[in-house]
């Protein structure tokens, strides 16, 4: 009772923040408006659908790789891909790996029975850390095979701390990414688990080996070092203008906001005054040689700008919690980020290694770029250790497979 009370103020909390002109919230409720009439409308035969269900655009990346070699193996699959978010679906609606695309209809008991009685599907697989409780609790009446991928679990996590257990003994099985997770999963009395790795790695390193170009960043860089901040919020951006100000000849900076609405480029775009910009979206109508800034104003560019990066900074390290530095280090350069990146294991994995370097301000911003850029080898220490540490860890994606093939589930 306690979690439908909770889903049902949530709902009318983001209705509410649609009403006041939340970007985000506006489309969440209207991209779910008449959505459950319009599934139960196709017709989905019987068990015909494999279910990916993602929160957002960084847990598509991680099943993505899974869909895509399903599709491989067996192109007549019919893949159902689900978001949570605006910022997953919006960017990844038209995806074409799925046959069909969807915002996930509000966790209530209602919603999911029903989803779940139009879809039927054959399999279900949550991405990372996705638990609601209805569409579960519908998947078991169903006797649907359901798992977890790319799963990772901590401690203080609220089935652990208030013995919440009934969400996860609806999985099959749970594919997790570390050691940990396994031993808390064990703890409780799970043992239907697999180490299998992040799936997130086999994506890097498909997409580094795509050998995709960006003419607009090339002819940009004209010679020059690159420095890209990907993912970045403005409590990012105002650290990385001073570093902009007084970096050495020879450098040049592309910044690639998380958000790229009007609203942010309206909060950032003061800082920058005196520093020559360009914008991507505005192509080879400036005079990109001359400037020392390129803001990538669009979406679906930064996994392979991050390919002319001579260091790389991944934002959200300030704010909430980096964003995925995976997509930097498969290049093989130095990375950095902000300090709140404790629950991000290969964060602190490529830490340890000395690949990547953590920031707490502007000044250590500048500390760590300035020993990069003048000791060659502490460079190349962090450069070589970070594209070893992702080739390490790829091959998640076939396990899984694997498993899930010899139980003829897909």
Same mark, same amino acid.
């Given at each position: ?87 997953? /679906?919006?960017?990844?609606?038209? /995806? ?11 966790? %209530? ?48 996590? /609220? ?5 919440? %257990? ?113 914008? /991507? ?130």
């Amino acid at each position: 009772m306690l979690y439908r009370l909770g889903t049902q103020l949530y709902i009318l909390a983001i209705k509410l923040a649609a009403v006041f002109g939340n970007a985000k919230a506006t489309l969440w409720v209207q991209g779910r408006k008449g959505l459950l009439e319009k599934i139960e409308a196709i017709d989905w035969g019987n068990r015909e659908y494999i279910w990916v269900h993602c929160a957002s655009l960084g847990e598509f990346e991680q099943g993505r790789p899974l869909i895509e070699k399903i599709k491989q193996e067996n192109p007549q699959q019919k893949i159902l891909l689900t978001f949570f978010s605006p910022s997953g /679906y919006e960017v990844r609606k038209n /995806y074409t790996g799925a046959n069909y695309v969807f915002y996930l209809p509000a966790d %209530l008991q209602d919603n999911a029975a029903r989803f779940v009685a139009a879809v039927k599907p054959k399999t279900a697989l949550f991405v990372k850390y996705e638990f609601w409780e209805g569409y579960l609790s519908a998947l078991q009446s169903t006797n649907t095979p359901t798992f977890l991928v790319s799963g990772i679990f901590r401690a203080n996590q /609220y089935f652990f701390k208030y013995k919440r %257990l009934m969400p996860l003994r609806v999985f099959n099985y749970f594919f997790v990414q570390n050691q940990a997770s396994k031993s808390i999963l064990n703890a409780h009395g799970f043992a239907n688990i697999d180490i299998t790795g992040d799936t997130r790695f086999d994506r890097v390193s498909d997409v580094a080996q795509s050998l995709s170009k960006l003419a607009i960043v090339e002819e940009f860089a004209n010679g020059n070092k690159l420095f890209i901040a990907g993912s970045t919020w403005y409590c990012d951006e105002i650290k990385i203008i001073e570093l902009i100000k007084k970096a050495p000849q020879g450098w040049k900076f592309v910044i690639v906001p998380h958000e790229v609405g009007i609203a942010h480029f309206k909060k950032t775009e003061p800082m920058y005054r005196g520093v020559k910009v360009v914008h /991507y979206s505005k192509g080879k109508e400036q005079d990109l040689a001359g400037a020392q800034v390129l803001i990538i104003d669009t979406v679906g560019t930064l996994s392979t700008a991050y390919r002319y990066a001579h260091i790389s900074y991944v934002g959200g390290g300030f704010n909430n919690g980096i964003h995925n530095i995976l997509e930097a280090s498969v290049y093989g350069h130095p990375v950095l980020f902000g300090p709140k990146h404790q629950k991000f294991a290969e964060a602190l994995e490529l830490k340890k290694a000395h690949a990547a370097f953590s920031v707490n301000n502007a000044k250590e911003l500048a500390g760590i770029f300035n020993l990069l850029n003048t000791d060659k080898s502490a460079y190349m220490v962090a450069a070589t250790n970070s594209r070893r540490y992702v080739l390490e860890n790829t091959g998640a994606t076939n396990k899984i497979y694997n498993h899930l093939k010899a139980q003829g589930l897909v």
